[in-house]
């Protein structure tokens, strides 16, 4: 659903079944769905991910000789695998920024959530000391709205007299 829609409310708002209305004091808030994980792979306390790690080469538990071409070969993995730790760690650095920056967009997001509800709330306030003051004016429009039709009566009364009048000159 698009920005504008939603702000010349062509979208209609559905709502939960199980979602209380504000007018009764009641909530919407899920607290399984606001502390529900960005992703479904995000580290947390609940999913702590694995504990795998990289190992280029096994682990030697007891103590041998090399040949000539293994320790060439390995020196060329060796210098090879440096320069992918290096590549690695570079892009490490770059994924974390990112995360850094899409925290900074949702806490900024979050924040401007919580300003339009503040304002929501501001509003609704002002909407509802609006209906108060407008109440408190329904007696003096009672009045005025018998006042006009007392003098509706009058002046009906009136013409029908000089109709009378009228009649009676003929």
């Not at 770059?94 to 509003?123: F, P, W």
């Amino acid at each position: 659903m698009g920005i504008l829609a939603r702000i010349t409310n062509a979208a209609k708002s559905t709502k939960n079944s199980n979602e209380s209305s504000l007018p009764t004091g009641g909530h919407g808030i899920d607290k399984n769905r606001v502390l529900a994980p960005t992703d479904p792979e995000v580290i947390n306390p609940v999913n702590a991910g694995t504990w795998e790690t990289v190992r280029t080469a096994p682990v030697n538990h007891t103590p041998r000789y090399f040949k000539k071409a293994e320790a060439d070969a390995l020196k060329h993995v060796a210098a090879q695998k440096r320069e992918e730790a290096r590549q690695a760690k570079r892009a490490y650095k770059s994924l974390k920024k990112l995360e850094e920056s899409d925290a900074q967009v949702h806490t900024a997001h979050r924040s401007y959530i919580k300003g339009v509800a503040d304002n929501e709330l501001t509003k609704k306030r002002a909407d509802a000391s609006t209906a108060r003051h407008l109440h408190t004016l329904r007696p003096e429009y009672a009045k005025l709205g018998f006042g006009l039709d007392k003098a509706e009566d009058k002046a009906e009364q009136r013409i029908e007299e000089l109709k009378a009048k009228i009649k009676g000159l003929r």
